[in-house]
């Protein structure tokens, strides 16, 4: 064999659901939540083959970009497996962004369709003036007279057995950051992203086809597809879809659905927790419950500790496809609020400002390698060299590793502000400040201060009974008193990004600050 084919071959993509339907056809896939509508993978490939069909028919091709402006529904699940077997790439866009903001993203995207779900309708009639070129509007449901309707991928074939030959380098999707500078920024998530991603985590994790997870994130963000559902298809599991967070339909998810595994960022957690069903509510049923997205504080951590739940910390950011890190069962209340090894097939360091490695306990830049890192930004070399220098991923996230090789994220570097030449960390107050029994939920940004450069604000939500010199005391008692903030602000409640985390952007900004 010549090297050249042993290349060609290293690049093989495989079409995943049509592998998965042909080794376990009848096992349960997917679940449809809201309408009890179950899926095996048999069906689930069939669903998919047709809408790649249909997909087929309005001209696109490889590489056409196909973008997607819906809430979590299974129809959204089909185009993800459906547009890789035509090598087209799906832009994922964030319904939480306005359409001023999407109108940027998506001309930037250069789409060939746009399909959408009936609760945007309103904003894709606002982008419509835009679309320069887009050639078809579909709607999922109830399209207007000049639209295509989605339905229409019924009265195609089954079958689907042209898919180009891909490599690994060609994109399956772009995927938008959280956007805390500027215009979110679209990351190329590769097929090989992906498959990486996936073994990386079946592998680490110990996925099996006996394991059901729960997808309440939403689908345009990474962790949508990628913490339990690809690999849940590459082990043969079953994947419950869920439209998005509801506390009460989280409970019947942990008591009635035979969920093994769930996944949920801090606030959506600190929800459940003051929800009146958690005292009720046996979680003993799941294997893995882990919070990414932020830091999750302490008090959060032993709420699911003293329930005899391994409740665990995960970090992902969408540069590197979701999933990094695990922390073995038994270090879970050894290694506090630590996030734990780096999973297979990927490398990493923390490094001070001048490219060295700190020392063990010591906070600096995390950077990860691996092949599982996006391939760069969509149409953004300039920002794609910034964050890609030398094969590493510089994060933007400040962590700590320790003498036996354990990671912990102490919060995203821009975050981190510097208070009198002292580095301090929000996530390290807002654990103390949630620790206090009046308060439900904390958000700490830096300030501009004359003297000291730099000084912390915390927006709480607080319960009956709040007095602030209380948590003063409270807090100066547990903090280095540079660590203390110089203000706080009561809010009925804190704004929230796409995926549930607390908007710090907003709140440093001039609308959250007194």
Not at 85 to 100: D, S
Not at 307 to 317: A, E, H, P, S, V
Request: aromatic content about 10%; hydrophobic content about 40%; proline content about 5%.
């Amino acid at each position: 064999m010549g090297q050249a084919e042993m290349i060609q071959q290293s690049h093989f993509v495989a079409d995943w659901l049509d592998k998965r339907a042909r080794l376990t056809p009848d096992r349960l896939a997917l679940v449809d939540y809201r309408t009890g509508q179950e899926t095996t993978f048999r069906e689930w490939n069939e669903r998919a083959n047709r809408t790649a069909n249909y997909l087929k028919s309005l001209g696109v091709t490889r590489g056409d970009r196909v973008a997607v402006y819906a809430s979590n529904c299974s129809e959204y699940l089909d185009l993800f497996w459906a547009a890789p077997k035509l090598g087209a790439v799906l832009q994922n866009l964030n319904w939480r962004l306005t359409v001023h903001e999407l109108t940027a993203i998506v001309a930037s995207g250069g789409p060939r369709l746009l399909i959408y779900s009936e609760d945007w309708r309103a904003q894709v009639n606002e982008l419509r003036p835009s679309l320069t070129t887009v050639e078809h509007i579909i709607a999922m449901t109830h399209p207007e007279t000049a639209e295509l309707d989605f339905a229409e991928r019924e009265a195609m074939s089954a079958e689907f057995n042209e898919m180009p030959d891909l490599a690994l380098d060609d994109p399956w999707g772009i995927f938008y950051t959280g956007g805390t500078t500027g215009l979110p920024k679209g990351a190329v998530i590769t097929h090989g992203n992906i498959t990486w991603n996936s073994i990386n985590t079946v592998v680490s994790w110990g996925i099996t086809g006996q394991h059901k997870a729960a997808l309440q994130l939403p689908f345009f963000h990474i962790g949508g597809p990628n913490i339990f559902m690809a690999p849940l298809v590459h082990a043969g599991g079953t994947t419950v879809l869920c439209s998005g967070f509801d506390p009460d339909e989280t409970f019947d998810l942990v008591e009635h659905s035979g969920i093994t595994h769930y996944v949920g960022v801090p606030t959506m957690f600190q929800i459940l927790q003051s929800h009146p069903r958690w005292e009720q509510t046996d979680f003993s049923k799941l294997e893995l419950v882990i919070s990414g997205g932020a830091p999750c504080p302490l008090p959060v951590m032993e709420k699911f500790w003293e329930r005899g739940i391994d409740f665990k910390m995960g970090y992902g950011l969408t540069e590197a496809s979701g999933n990094n890190f695990w922390l073995p069962p038994a270090l879970v209340r050894k290694k506090v609020g630590s996030v734990g090894y780096p999973i297979f097939h990927i490398d990493m360091k923390v490094v001070n400002e001048d490219g060295s490695e700190c020392d063990a306990g010591e906070g600096g830049e995390l950077l990860i390698r691996g092949p599982h890192v996006m391939a760069g930004y969509w149409n953004n070399p300039e920002a794609t060299a910034e964050v890609i220098r030398d094969g590493w991923l510089h994060t933007g996230d400040t962590a700590r590793v320790d003498r036996d090789g354990c990671y912990s994220i102490l919060g995203r570097s821009k975050e981190m502000f510097i208070s009198g030449g002292e580095n301090v960390y929000p996530a390290e107050i807002e654990s103390v400040l949630l620790a206090h029994p009046r308060v439900l939920e904390a958000a700490v940004v830096g300030i501009p201060h004359e003297k000291w450069g730099e000084v912390g604000r915390a927006f709480l939500v607080t319960a009956d009974g709040y007095d602030e010199e209380e948590v003063r005391a409270f807090l100066a008692g547990r903090l280095a008193r540079y660590k203390l903030p110089h203000s706080i602000v009561v809010v009925a409640a804190l704004p929230l990004t796409a995926i549930g985390k607390i908007d710090k952007k907003l709140l440093a900004s001039n609308e959250g600050s007194e």
